[in-house]
């Protein structure tokens, strides 16, 4: 039985080899980690020179019984062009009143650990806080600090694994690999459609490769350079019932921001 | 909370008002104190107006308690009452405002700016406004900040009726300064750098002026103790170091008086246990060695505690959308094994409320240690807020 599978094997490097100097090098050549990548750098490439962006939402827990509560937040980013340094952003907590002005600065890395720094405006404190809970829930949501941290481009590895339609849409189906450490998820299977090439959904499996939340990202609207940008983000756990969606207002682009607005010391201006 | 466009701008009105219920486990222990049950009444304002460009800011907290026992707890304060204008690389602020430096958890040491608000609570946590010119700057190399603090604000202490008081009343009327007699004779001034490198966050610090730590001395009257504030001069140093799930910490102080230079310093860990539970809860233990090398004479020095002690303490925060954590922690006196510690529970119920429950408690404590007067001062507090 070995020798017959060797045999066999033996045969199909033969056929590969004959078929390989009749087709094109360059289009064999691509494998399918290859494609994947080029499919998810268009993606992300579509909003390169975005510079800096500024968004009110509203986040929108739902529990397993349905019932709702919801958070007013703001985030401000700022565009690093060069995809070995991640984006920094801000992110300012407006209700519910009680964390008011609570907020969370971030300077993402690629493979090592973020800086980040979180503000207390009741005591006007600036913590220096690990990164290192990648997999934890975002302020009791269904996101996880990674789903926001974590979109820069080579924070993962691609595979492309084929065509599929979803909502209409002819859409090239990319799954990603975690390469940073401490991830929740050994894999996460994206839909990205062929005509403007933005996300539109992700299926997260959790560690022991089970299905655990699909995110959906719908409402696209573009703006002035061919920036699109999705306005509701709804992230749905297959686990447990419970679902967050986020409702972004109009972005605001090249608002003027520099790396002076994202260092630690304006967190005591916020509140 | 309201936002509306007027005069144009930005402005934002919101309230709290919190219900408290202290609940003292044993009878007060010196003359005229009450014994068991102390309720309280927090209120806290908080108007805020923005310009459009952004550049300028106006904001006012204030802040009242009334309390149902002590009427020297019953006080009102502006905790903040500043105008602000922020440009690219300076921010200059005008007022009363609240200033925190450091980075450990047990005991806040370089952090000197504001005078604490200890009818609140002895944990150092709630402060006075201070009346300050604050110009700060932001550049690549960090942030330097300059005070010029012209005001100086009494301690509060709680009045003959309260508990966890000293063996004594602490009178305000009966202070006395090192810069002279007068409370405002002479202007504070202090500078702070902070900056971060990599995965190290630094702080250096400097104050001189009016000590915010008072001797407290025999006065003529019986049972009645006058706070001296010394003039001092403090250098302060504090260090974060942040790697994987540890946060190492470490504060030091060195401070002249008019009687002695000496050095305090607090250091320690925070290591955190992320996602204990399914629903994602994260546990923190936390450690922090406390040591201060000033001398123990009253006489010459302000009393601390915090001489030779050891902070264990643990957080468990449950990552819920409510909000919802806990925190507990004991402080060993090395030398006689006394102890003082506490509970704190918070969760936010529907939007607008908040639930604490907090206890401190004293244990095993020493005749001759100073917490002894706290001995018989273990309590629970329940505190319900509402935000507007």
Redesign the interface.
């Known amino acids: 039985m070995f020798s017959n599978r060797l045999n066999n094997f033996t045969k199909t490097v033969a056929l590969a080899a004959l078929i390989g100097t009749g087709l094109s090098t360059a289009a064999l050549s691509q494998s399918a980690e290859e494609k994947g990548f080029e499919i998810a750098a268009r993606s992300d490439r579509t909003d390169t020179g975005f510079e800096s962006s500024e968004v009110t939402a509203v986040m929108t827990?739902t529990?397993a019984a349905g019932r709702t509560?919801?958070r007013e937040l703001y985030f401000k980013t700022l565009e690093r062009e060069n995809e070995d340094v991640g984006d920094k952003s801000l992110t300012v907590f407006e209700?519910?009143?009680?964390?008011?002005g609570t907020a969370l600065l971030s300077h993402a890395k690629i493979l090592e650990?973020d800086?980040q720094w979180l503000y207390l405006p009741a005591?006007?404190?600036?913590?220096?806080?690990?990164s290192?809970?990648k997999?934890?829930?975002f302020?009791?949501?269904e996101f996880a600090f990674e789903d926001f941290t974590s979109t820069e481009l080579n924070k993962y590895e691609y595979r492309y694994s084929g065509e599929d339609t979803f909502d209409g849409m002819t859409v090239d189906v990319v799954e990603r690999t975690p390469r940073y450490e401490?991830s929740?998820y050994v894999r996460q299977v994206s839909l990205i459609d062929q005509d403007v090439f933005q996300v539109r959904k992700i299926d997260f499996y959790d560690r022991k490769n089970s299905l655990l939340k699909t995110l959906t990202l719908s409402d696209y609207r573009e703006y002035e350079g061919g920036v699109w940008r999705a306005h509701l983000l709804t992230m749905e756990n297959h686990q447990?019932g419970k679902s967050t969606s986020i409702a972004y207002s109009d972005y605001a682009f090249k608002t003027g921001l520099?790396d002076?607005d994202f260092?630690?010391?304006?967190l005591r201006?916020i509140r | 909370?309201a936002s509306m466009p007027a005069m144009g701008g930005d402005f934002d009105v919101?309230a709290?008002v919190g219900t408290e219920l202290r609940t003292f486990f044993e009878g007060g222990t010196l003359p005229g104190q009450f014994d068991t049950f102390q309720p309280s009444l927090q209120l806290e304002g908080d108007v805020r107006w923005q310009s459009d460009s952004g550049e300028w800011d106006l904001v006012l907290v204030p802040y009242a308690r009334i309390d149902g026992q002590d009427d020297r707890r019953t006080h009102f304060d502006m905790r903040e009452a500043f105008v602000?204008w922020?440009g690219?690389?300076w921010?200059v602020r005008a007022g009363l405002a609240?200033?925190?430096w450091g980075?450990a958890e047990s005991r806040h040491l370089v952090d000197i700016i504001n005078q604490y608000d200890t009818v609140e609570d002895i944990d150092e946590?709630d402060k006075l406004g201070q009346p300050m010119l604050e110009v700060?700057t932001?550049r690549d190399w960090g942030?330097l900040t300059g005070y010029v603090m012209p005001v100086f604000r009494k301690r509060t202490f709680v009045g003959r009726d309260g508990r966890l008081r000293f063996n004594g009343i602490i009178d305000n009327d009966l202070a006395r300064f090192g810069e002279g007699n007068e409370q405002n004779a002479d202007v504070d001034f202090a500078l702070r750098y902070?900056h971060?490198i990599g995965d190290w966050?630094v702080g250096l610090s400097f104050f001189h002026g009016a000590s915010r730590e008072p001797r407290l001395l025999a006065s003529s009257q019986p049972g009645v103790l006058a706070p001296f504030y010394d003039d001092i001069t403090q250098f302060g140093v504090d260090l974060?170091y942040?790697?994987?799930?540890?946060?190492w910490k470490f504060e030091g102080i060195v401070r002249e008086t008019p009687f002695e230079t000496f050095a305090a310093a607090v250091g320690g860990f925070e290591y955190?246990f992320?996602?204990i539970t399914d629903?994602?809860a994260?546990l923190g233990v936390l450690m922090e060695y406390q040591y201060d090398g000033r001398s123990e004479d009253f006489q010459v020095a302000a009393p601390t505690i915090a001489d030779n002690d050891l902070f264990v303490g643990a957080r468990l925060a449950m990552?819920?959308?409510?909000?919802t954590d806990f925190l507990g922690g004991v402080v060993t006196d090395l030398d006689d094994g006394s102890m003082s510690g506490l509970v704190e529970a918070s969760t936010?119920i529907?939007?607008?409320w908040?639930v604490e429950l907090e206890s401190r408690f004293f244990v095993n404590v020493d005749n001759t240690n100073l917490l002894s007067v706290f001995r018989n001062d273990s309590n629970v507090t329940l505190r319900v807020?509402r935000?507007?």
């Open positions: 827990l529990n509560t919801t209700t519910p009143r009680d964390v008011q650990a800086d005591l006007k404190r600036v913590k220096r806080i690990s290192a809970n997999s934890g829930p302020v009791g949501s401490n929740g447990t520099a002076n260092v630690k010391g304006v201006r | 909370m919101g709290s602000r922020s690219d690389e921010t609240k200033v925190f980075v946590e700060s932001i942030q902070s971060y966050d974060q942040t790697k994987d799930a540890w946060l955190s992320y996602g629903s994602g994260d990552n819920d959308s409510q909000d936010r529907g939007d607008f908040v807020t935000y507007f």
